[in-house]
């Protein structure tokens, strides 16, 4: 299994097949690695180190190399390529259309309309991915955080599952506890319609207020 490629980046392009790739050059080999448009986009300049994550797909036909430029996508992908009826074009097509971020908080929250905004996910695939995947999202999410080390419920009051769904995205997200907090609480304290919010919403709200006040 090769999860991660470190080398120099030779150069990128887009696939006849479709979909855009990264060609990694690790001591005089180059490595070419499907990945989405994200991290097509923020990819360094040529010949400049780069980093990829990576997840091997080997069929009958194909072997295959799908990476990108942070953990949490590539562990994603994988995710994503367990839902019956979604390989790596599906994957990378709802990779490249949602964040992170948006891709688990509307698994979570069972919002698969959301998904249809991926090239080739239509309404049936969507609610099937949203299905099977929400327990999976739910543990992925929760085994990359650990809460036992500080409680919220007691200074912010009862949680919606919107809250809660949101808070363990922003926390995978790398944010920490104090910020998650004081983003939750400052939504809470600033909306009167709180308890009616969404967890996409809720996420929303937080990346926004974060993103302009940062915790010291």
């Known amino acids: 299994m090769i999860t991660f490629l470190k080398g120099n980046l030779a150069y990128k392009g887009e696939s006849p097949a479709g979909g855009v790739y ?121 085994e990359k955080v650990d809460l036992h080390h500080y409680d919220m419920d007691d200074t912010l009051g009862t949680k919606t599952p919107a809250f809660e769904e949101a808070e363990t995205v922003l926390l995978s997200l790398g944010y920490s506890m104090e910020e998650v907090y004081q983003g939750l609480r400052h939504i809470q304290s600033a909306s009167e319609q709180a308890e009616t919010l969404t967890s996409e919403e809720v996420l929303q709200q937080v990346l926004k207020y974060l993103a302009t006040h940062p915790v010291k």
Do not use: C
């Open 22 to 142: 990264l060609v990694v050059d690790v001591g005089g080999v180059g490595y070419q690695v499907m990945t989405n448009a994200p991290s097509y986009l923020q990819a360094p300049a040529l010949n400049e180190p780069i980093l990829v994550h990576t997840s091997l797909i080997v069929r009958e036909d194909l072997m295959q190399l799908v990476g990108f430029l942070s953990r949490e996508e590539r562990d994603l992908f994988d995710i994503l390529g367990t839902a019956s009826g979604v390989g790596a074009k599906v994957a990378l097509a709802l990779m490249s259309e949602l964040s992170v971020s948006e891709l688990a908080a509307a698994i979570m929250s069972g919002n698969h309309k959301r998904l249809t905004s991926a090239k080739g996910v239509g309404p049936k695939l969507a609610q099937k991915i949203a299905i099977e995947l929400k327990d999976k999202m739910s543990k992925w999410r929760n």
